[in-house]
């Protein structure tokens, strides 16, 4: 267990790669750039690409927000990409993520609708429906990232790379 957390935080902090800058829209309804919006303080990120990737995402969200809730040391922001979604559904699609995300997180979840092959490329995509969890520093550069469903040796890479520099 202790060498697959090893290598896990070796390969994910081996190399450091900007996360790409998007315009995006919070679920409150502002509109901002990021990761210039979570600048100064490491974040953690959790996109997904696909409706079916909801439930990972999701499962990622109730995870993360508890142990990092608003305020907390490490913000955590949920982005959905919407690029691929047909303008005449987008609307249907907002409203069904409004009511899976708490109201108390709303300005933390970004609607994005373009910039995909580049947060695709961040995020080392692989799966179609997996959640993508990526731990960016202070000044933006992906440190760690996973995707998958949550699991306890994931989030203890997260916290590995919190703890080695993630800051």
């Known amino acids: 267990m ?4 090893s290598f896990l935080l070796f390969a994910a902090t081996a190399w450091c790669q900007p996360f790409p800058p998007i315009e995006a829209e919070t679920l409150t309804g502002k ?3 990021f990761p210039g919006a979570a600048a100064g303080s490491p974040a953690v990120v959790i996109a997904g690409f696909t409706h ?6 999701m499962a990622w969200h109730r995870r993360l927000w508890g142990e990092y809730p608003r305020g907390g040391p490490v913000p955590v922001w949920g982005i959905a990409v919407l690029e691929d979604v047909p303008r005449l559904v987008r609307g249907m699609a907002t409203h069904g993520i409004r009511g899976s995300v708490p109201k108390e ?3 933390r979840f970004l609607l994005v609708f373009r910039g995909e092959a580049e947060l695709k490329q961040s995020a080392a995509f692989d799966r179609p429906d997996d ?3 990526l731990l960016l520093d202070s000044s933006g550069a992906v440190k ?10 994931a989030d203890a890479g997260l916290k590995a790379a919190l703890a080695a520099g993630g800051k």
């Open 131 to 133: 959640a993508y969890v």
């Open 2 to 5: 202790r060498l697959a957390l």
């Open 31 to 33: 509109k901002l750039s």
């Open 105 to 107: 997180q709303y300005d």
């Open 52 to 57: 079916a990737s909801q439930s990972q995402t």
């Open 144 to 153: 760690w990232r996973y995707h998958g469903p949550p699991t306890d040796t």
